[in-house]
């Protein structure tokens, strides 16, 4: 078994940052994909970034130039600093993790969530 435990999120006025941190634990061997995505009531999750086994990093266009995610393998963690926060940044950000078993099945985990809002 997998879980992913967040934290980070909060209250920040426009302009500040926060910083998000999700943590994988449980069976774990080998994380294929790890990243954050965002969903604001009534509208789809988006995904905001992802970081692959091969160290590329994909952004959403609404936050490239101002999020950055990390990750440290040997600790099954990402980080997420967002700067620059807008008031359309308010979300619920989730933690997500594609682990690869022993076997080579593949399965897809998520955190709890965590809010973030930004104040205009």
């Known amino acids: 078994q997998v879980q992913l435990v967040e934290s980070g999120g909060g209250l920040v006025q426009a302009g500040g940052s926060l910083r998000l941190s999700c943590v994988a634990s449980?069976?774990?061997?080998?994380?294929?994909?790890m990243g954050w995505f965002r969903q604001v009531p009534g509208k789809t999750r988006e995904l905001v970034a992802r970081?692959?086994?091969?160290?590329?990093?994909y952004y959403a266009d609404s936050v490239k130039g101002r999020f950055t995610l990390s990750g440290d393998n040997a600790k099954n963690t990402t980080y997420l600093q967002m700067n620059s926060l807008k008031p359309e940044d308010t979300a619920v950000y989730y933690c997500?993790?594609?682990?690869?078993?022993?076997?080579?099945?593949?399965?897809?985990?998520w955190g709890q969530g965590t809010q973030v809002t930004v104040s205009s």
């Open positions: 449980g069976t774990i061997f080998r994380i294929k994909n």
């Open positions: 970081i692959s086994s091969d160290r590329s990093i």
């Open positions: 997500y993790a594609d682990i690869v078993t022993m076997a080579g099945w593949t399965y897809d985990y």
